[in-house]
């Protein structure tokens, strides 16, 4: 069974940067797509960013140009850098694996920006 472990996250002030990354040990297979979603105080889930393992990318319009994604080749691994962050960024934020068989959801990590 997949599972996906989180690091990264925490307090920034705004304006400020953070890198979360999220791994899939033991996996013998490239994971079709993974991503990174965030949920707020008494908000519903929202994608954040997604990453094919042909490289496709997709952001959330509310991050463009701001939040970074990208991929281990080597393995299933994904990154997101996130710049010039902002007190709306500030969420929960999970690592998503989705393949033909799962959709396999991380813990998630705090990311929490001060204005």
């Known amino acids: 069974q997949v599972q996906l472990v989180e690091s990264g996250g925490g307090l920034v002030q705004a304006g400020g940067s953070l890198r979360l990354s999220c791994a899939a040990p033991g996996t013998r297979f490239r994971i079709n797509v993974m991503g990174w979603y965030r949920q707020a105080p008494g908000k519903q889930r929202e994608l954040v960013a997604t990453?094919?393992?042909?490289?496709?990318?997709n952001y959330a319009d509310t991050v463009k140009g701001r939040f970074t994604i990208s991929r281990d080749n080597a393995g299933n691994t994904v990154y997101l850098q996130m710049n010039s962050l902002k007190p709306e960024d500030t969420a929960h934020y999970y690592c998503?694996?989705?393949?033909?068989?799962?959709?396999?959801w991380g813990q998630g990590t705090q990311v929490t920006v001060s204005s």
């Open positions: 998503n694996a989705y393949d033909l068989t799962f959709n396999v």
């Open positions: 990453i094919t393992k042909s490289g496709s990318i």
